[in-house]
Nanobody, 130 residues
């Protein structure tokens, strides 16, 4: 059973920055994917960014939604199994609940699909005001 605990959400003005953290535990060091999704009110959950990681904790690939590419960076701290989402140049349309998620496998054609992720965090709210 994989446990995911997010933190770092909050309120910020447009143009500002936030960093989200996702502490992961309960899985063996096999190949897997960890990513971030978001869900705004009355909208579907959408993939934001994901890392594909091999059994040696080396990042194989990173994937980004077009809407965040160049503004958001997903990274990993191997020492404490934490994945970060560094968000800059935030826009009001980035307002959503952000979720961390874990999948046993992902690729370029699947990373953004919620259905492939087996475990989810509880979510953290991000509000960007204009």
């Amino acid at each position: 059973q994989v446990q995911l605990v997010e933190s770092g959400g909050g309120s910020v003005q447009a143009g500002g920055s936030l960093r989200l953290s996702c502490a992961a535990s309960g899985y063996t060091r096999s190949r897997h994917c960890m990513g971030w999704f978001r869900q705004a009110p009355e909208k579907e959950r959408e993939g934001v960014a994901t890392l594909s990681i091999n059994g040696g904790s080396i990042v194989l690939n990173d994937y980004y939604a077009d809407s965040v590419r160049g503004r958001f960076i997903i990274s990993r701290d191997n020492a404490d199994n934490t994945v970060y989402l560094s968000m800059s140049s935030l826009r009001p349309e980035d307002t959503a609940v952000y979720y961390c998620a874990w999948a046993p496998y992902c690729g370029s054609a699947s990373w953004y699909k919620p259905s492939i992720y087996k475990y989810w965090g509880q979510g953290t709210q991000v509000i960007v005001s204009s």
